[in-house]
């Protein structure tokens, strides 16, 4: 439930501004993306430039790409002919590194989330993943979006070190692994980073190639555009002000005038923005402006295998619940049965223990709707947001009335946090920790609050600028640059352990 503090025209209202409420704003930062989840990451479009204008009324933020697949499922360029034969895992190395990667492969691409458990419990253990297979509920969503992985190329082979050129087989996104082995028979894997990248240039056509090109020129219209629109509309104009004027000497120094290509353009210039603002949701894009969902009806099959961003729940020793959440896809009409089911199977537990580690956030709709179930019927006050460019302000409540059973506000939870816990995943922690409602167990967050906008930028590029920051009514702030601050400081992999021993030390039960 949303209550507007100040008088605003309804209509207007859900034309601006619930669109930025659809965005948890990007749960990852622009250096470092989910494969088939990150809206930053590059991708080869049509020649077209977008102008420099504000975005439409009911565009969404750039968060949108944040579900499930996403990437596989966005438009992207027809390979060229260079791309179209993709080779095979049999053209891994003969070492170690080319072994485990074969084999990870093959689980992977078998779409069987038991295969999938099998291969990892025998040779890959999860510690050892980057955050987009940090989880068995990732790493399967992430398997069936992209429909697999073909090796396109071997960059770099030692025995016990690999880094590989992949490319989904649901599109044309192509993304890099980077494997480490133990020099030790059976190899385990120690290290798997894996991440999108580019098409590389080699394997576009003439005509994307020439999209992509980027003179003098198209190089200082993008440039006053973005200076245009952060200035415009970021959270914080002193800081966008400041941002700018950084980018303009870089401009007039050179500093870009060896980008020559627009993917790396906006990868460059997007880790300036960030780094210059310090906001992990702030960065750059090259591609068309992202669709607007319909959220009306059924949730798109993505969604549903999605487990509509739940994992698995578990009855832990002492009728103490696990409750796996890894994400919070767009709120669809029919989702919120769905939800209602999955809390409803922990709410007879007598202690709840919830499980963002690996949640790199979603739809604040989504999130405020999860947090409802936490609270009994009276709405609770969440956060104020506040938004620079339009100077309004509106408070998030809990709902009263809820699908399924609540969990209320009485029986104890703990909620888990780690290194990859970011935007509506700290949102949801943050929240349960500053109204006195959870336990918070594990490691410092990311610290990503700021929820985000799309804007159009001359020359093809989409800037997705954080317009709007929320304040919690305890804390009178909230956790951007900071991350959420555990309760109960341990390693991310000893915090289930850690909260089911708090749990039933809390319930007289050791």
Request: proline share 8%; charged share 20%; net charge neutral.
């Amino acid at each position: 439930m949303i209550s507007v503090t100040r008088s605003v025209n309804p209509i207007l209202r859900a034309r601006q501004v619930l669109p930025a409420l659809l965005c948890a704003a990007l749960g990852c930062a622009v250096s470092s993306c989910a494969v088939s989840s990150c809206a930053v990451s590059s991708r080869a479009v049509s020649s077209r430039a977008v102008p420099a204008q504000a975005p439409p009324a009911a565009a969404l933020p750039v968060a949108l790409a944040t579900s499930p697949a996403a990437l596989s499922e966005a438009p992207g360029p027809a390979p060229s002919s260079a791309a179209s034969t993709s080779s095979t895992p049999s053209t891994l190395p003969d070492t170690p590194a080319g072994h485990q990667l074969g084999a990870w492969l093959q689980a992977f691409n078998s779409g069987e989330r038991a295969q999938l458990l099998a291969y990892h419990e025998r040779l890959f253990p999860y510690a050892a993943a980057s955050r987009d297979i940090g989880s068995i509920e990732r790493e399967h969503r992430l398997s069936q979006g992209t429909g697999g992985f073909d090796v396109r190329r071997v960059e770099e082979s030692e025995p016990g070190r690999l880094v590989a050129l992949l490319q989904e087989r649901n599109s044309p996104q192509h993304a890099r692994v980077r494997l480490q082995v133990s020099p030790d028979s059976p190899h385990l894997v120690t290290r798997f980073n894996i991440g999108p990248v580019p098409t590389p240039r080699e394997l576009l056509s003439p005509e994307q190639r020439e999209a992509r090109a980027m003179d003098a020129s198209r190089r200082r219209a993008a440039l006053d555009s973005i200076q245009k629109q952060l200035e415009a509309h970021y959270v914080y104009l002193e800081t966008a002000q400041q941002v700018s004027a950084v980018l303009r000497k870089r401009l007039a120094r050179g500093d870009y005038d060896q980008l020559t290509d627009a993917v790396e353009f906006a990868d460059a210039v997007g880790r300036d923005l960030m780094r210059l603002a310090r906001d992990r949701h702030l960065g750059l894009r090259f591609g068309p402006m992202p669709a607007p969902p319909k959220l009306d009806g059924q949730a798109p099959p993505r969604v549903e295998r999605s487990g509509y961003g739940f994992g698995s729940s578990q009855r832990l020793r002492g009728n103490v619940a696990l409750l796996v959440i890894n994400g919070f896809p767009p709120l669809f009409d029919a989702q919120k049965a769905a939800i209602g089911e999955r809390m409803s199977e922990v709410a007879d537990a007598d202690a709840v223990i919830v499980d963002l580690r690996s949640n790199n956030g979603g739809f604040p709709p989504t999130e405020q709707h999860v947090a409802s179930y936490f609270f009994d019927e009276q709405p609770v006050l969440l956060k104020t947001i506040h938004r620079r460019d339009s100077g309004e302000s509106f408070e998030v409540r809990t709902e009263r009335e809820l699908p399924g059973k609540r969990l209320g506000s009485s029986k104890p939870v703990f909620v888990l946090t780690g290194q990859r816990t970011f935007s509506g995943g700290e949102a949801l922690a943050y929240e349960l920790q500053a109204l006195g409602r959870a336990l918070v167990v594990g490691e410092n967050t990311r610290g990503g609050a700021h929820a985000s906008f799309p804007y159009p930028v001359e020359g093809g590029f989409v800037l997705r600028v954080p317009t709007m920051r929320g304040v919690n009514p305890v804390t009178g702030t909230n956790w951007e640059g900071v991350g959420i601050v555990p309760d109960v400081d341990v390693p991310e992999e000893e915090a289930l352990e850690t909260a089911h021993r708090l749990a039933l030390e809390r319930l007289g039960r050791e």
